[in-house]
């Protein structure tokens, strides 16, 4: 028999809860329900179009439609390219400077920190259109710098388009991720780094053998939320597209949602290839976390 | 024809307008005067919309339209479409013609042939009556023509001696020339993210992209003339005389900076030029479009329309507004003489009003107006555009900018946009008849 106390701490524990069980059906369970529930459906008309449209249940045929869609499995291979090279150089960067900062080399500490986190504070979008005001031929002082020492690059055909979304991306990131494992690296016990120095390890010896091995876990933790991050991909290569359409209106699969929703106004194919990427970032940040879990076993 | 000569109409446009207000009060009875009050939002991007909002305003005290300017292009019609979804679309929406027969389709929009279908009947050639009639229902009423022509910088054409092109042969050599004239400079432009342009020069060489027969479409996007002008255009663009630039900023920039001195543009680009680029002030002209033939051949490169979205709230006075601003010669100067709009009525009566609104002293005093209607004139008659025209543009917008490199052909394009479009018609359940 519950004990009053244990009934009261049971009612408020609900109480507390209750907002964010309240926020999380409305905000997310229902939008994801509703979206499972348009992609069974698929509007139709008939003769030349003009004497309306109705709503027919289409089972599964959406999902089949977007999974056999040349398209939309393409943008998933550009996500691995992207990963490819945004991941390791972001991360590393970030390792990199945040191991700098915590070394005893670093002078104006707190100057550098806010210098390089800086670029995280202007909004996505905003980052974007800068980014790509300097990737348009005839608008970038760059690209006429380049061309006058004789070199032309265009940053916005198809096979650059990855390096310059992964570079926009690399600007906003690194700046954050530094941030957290510099707090991470505040963290090492002082005991280890001494203990390191007595047994003559040197900066470079303790950054990698002490250092981090011990933040081993927030670097997980980035690398998680970087690949989910990345599976979204999105206002990058939508103002790189807006530019210039070379990437093409499907370059990645949430663009591919947004086409097939917007342009082709065909809800229960976009409804359906949200939910597959859903899916797909699910057993994908599943699959990270279970690695980087047994990577830290000894 | 047509239409009668100019002269004949400058006298009645006057006439018109009295008959115009004198019909005002007897054709409607006290309860349909009752139903055109009220509040009207109006969503539009073309230049002039908040004048002739205002103007409409002061005329009108009964009716109080709220003017929401919106951002042009496709971001447009995705959020008027879910405006529609959400119900809380506007009870006046501006629509480019080749939209339309989508937005009928999906029953975004109201038939409008019961209220303004006997104005459009009455008041349009069938050269724009085509574009709005779709499936034997009138769906919006058209605002302006919109017929291709050629701008040219005369003062650079002068220097150099070079012609003013009729023909396209003419107009590959004028491209050379100018080249030869000034290594920066070209003749012509290929945009990189505009379909428009294409499909109006397609038109012209007498490409029909889509035609109806009896309850079916027949899709040929990459028919022979269509072909013909993209392996014309794809090689002045790879062999660099003509730039593959984007329409908006490249664009205007390349203008600014004296290296675009030529382009094929339509009526409305002699406002644009001239609120876009004010300092080169007298040294641009207006010519007749070339010709494959050397005979008159035009199209329409753009071209608006204003329809009555589905869930408007006051669908009576939006058609009183649309009416005032799509024919009425008050409606017609209240978009010109804002100076930036340089519109060719569709409807032809009025093209003394918007003559004598339209400032000309930018083009040194030229008549602009004159090519236009020559141009309006010499439309091919039976274009359609297709059903699902955001599928269509978006299959050639994302090739178009391969195209100056070589990695695509222009035909290539059409060719894809093509079985992109057949593709997206059989999914909705459209009929297609064998091409």
């Known amino acids: 028999m519950a004990s009053p106390s244990a009934r009261g701490q049971r009612r408020t524990a609900a109480l507390l809860l209750s907002p964010f069980f309240g926020l999380f059906a409305a905000v997310t369970l229902a939008p994801l329900l509703y979206a499972a529930w348009l992609s069974l459906f698929t509007t139709r008309t008939s003769g030349l179009g003009f004497g309306g449209t109705e709503n027919i249940f289409a089972g599964l045929s959406n999902y ?54 800086l670029p995280h504070a202007v909004p996505g979008l905003i980052a974007a259109l800068i980014w790509v005001y300097l990737y348009t031929p005839g608008l970038s002082p760059v690209i006429d710098l380049l061309r006058s020492g004789g070199i032309s690059v265009n940053f916005l055909s198809v096979d650059n388009a990855v390096f310059s979304a992964a570079n926009i991306a690399v600007w906003e990131w690194m700046g954050y991720n530094m941030v957290i494992f510099y707090a991470a690296l505040q963290a090492v016990p002082r005991e280890a780094l001494d203990a390191a120095k007595v047994d003559g390890a040197g900066a470079v010896r303790t950054a990698l053998s002490i250092k981090v091995p011990m933040i081993r876990p927030a670097v997980a933790l980035a690398v998680l939320f970087t690949v989910i991050g990345s599976i979204q991909l999105f206002t990058e290569p939508k103002v790189i597209y807006n530019a210039s359409s070379a990437i093409g209106s499907s370059w990645t699969p949430n663009m591919y949602v947004q086409t097939a929703a917007f342009q082709n106004n065909d809800f229960g194919l976009a409804a359906a290839a949200s939910l597959l990427i859903a899916l797909f970032a699910a057993v994908l940040s599943f699959a990270v976390t279970r690695f980087s879990r047994r990577g830290s076993k000894p | 024809m047509l239409r009668r000569t100019t002269a004949a109409l400058a006298g009645s446009v006057t006439a018109l307008a009295l008959l115009a207000t004198a019909c005002g009060g007897t054709d409607q009875g006290a309860s349909a005067t009752a139903e055109k009050t009220g509040k009207v939002t109006f969503w539009s991007f073309v230049k002039g919309s908040d004048q002739v909002a205002a ?10 339209v709220t003017f929401e300017t919106v951002p042009s292009g496709q971001e447009y019609y995705s959020k008027l479409t879910n405006a529609v979804k959400a119900g809380t679309a506007p009870d006046v929406a501006v629509v480019e013609y080749p939209q339309l027969p989508e937005f009928a389709a999906q029953g975004k929009i109201e038939d409008l042939s019961g209220s303004l279908g006997p104005l459009v009947k009455d008041r349009f050639p069938e050269a724009a009556r085509q574009l709005v009639d779709l499936g034997g229902k ?67 060489a007498g490409g029909q992209w889509f035609s109806t027969e009896k309850d079916a479409w027949k899709v040929t996007v990459d028919d022979g003339p269509s072909k013909k002008v993209a392996e014309f255009w794809g090689e002045l663009a790879r062999k660099d005389l003509v ?6 900023d490249p664009f205007w920039t390349s203008v600014q900076k004296g290296q675009t001195v030529a382009y094929v543009c339509a009526s409305w680009c002699a406002g ?46 939006a058609a009183e507004f649309i009416k005032w601003i799509t024919t009425d010669p008050e409606g017609m100067k209240a978009w010109v003489s804002s100076g930036t709009s340089s519109l060719f009525p569709a409807d032809p009566q009025l093209v003394p009003v918007t003559k004598a609104a339209f400032p000309t002293d930018y083009f040194g005093g030229q008549d602009v107006y004159a090519v236009g209607a020559a141009s309006y004139d010499a439309i091919r008659q039976g274009w359609q555009w297709g059903p699902v025209m955001g599928t269509t543009n978006t299959a050639i917008v994302d090739q178009l900018p391969k195209v100056a ?23 909705r359940g459209l009929q297609i008849s064998a091409p």
């Open chain 1, 64 to 117: 089949a439609r977007a999974l056999s869609d040349e398209a939309f499995r393409d943008g998933f291979l550009v996500i691995a390219a992207y990963c490819a090279i945004y991941i390791p150089v972001m991360i590393g960067g970030a390792l990199v400077l945040a191991l700098l900062l915590d070394s005893g080399l670093a002078k104006a500490r707190s100057f550098f920190q806010l210098a390089l986190f």
């Open chain 2, 55 to 64: 103007a409409f305003n002061r005329s009108h005290p009964g009716i109080e």
């Open chain 2, 138 to 204: 009138t769906w919006a009423v058209p605002r302006d023509a919109a017929p291709l022509t050629l701008m040219y910088r005369k003062d650079f054409f002068t220097q150099h001696k070079i012609d003013v092109p009729t023909t396209w042969d003419a107009y590959r050599n004028m491209t050379e020339r100018v080249k030869k004239a000034d290594p920066a400079a070209r003749g012509g432009v290929l945009y990189t993210d505009n379909p428009g342009l294409l499909s109006a020069l397609a038109w012209q």
């Open chain 2, 243 to 248: 730039r593959s630039l984007g329409s908006l």
């Open chain 2, 272 to 317: 644009a030029q001239q609120a876009t680029v004010p300092d080169q002030k007298g040294k641009w002209a207006v010519a007749p479009v070339p010709t494959w033939d050397g005979k008159p051949a035009s199209a329409m490169y753009g071209g608006s329309s204003f329809v009555i979205p589905k869930g408007a709230d006051n669908s009576g006075a």
């Open chain 2, 405 to 427: 490199d070589g990695s695509v052909t222009l035909s290539g394009v059409l060719s894809t946009a093509q079985q992109a479009t057949v593709a997206q018609m059989k999914q």
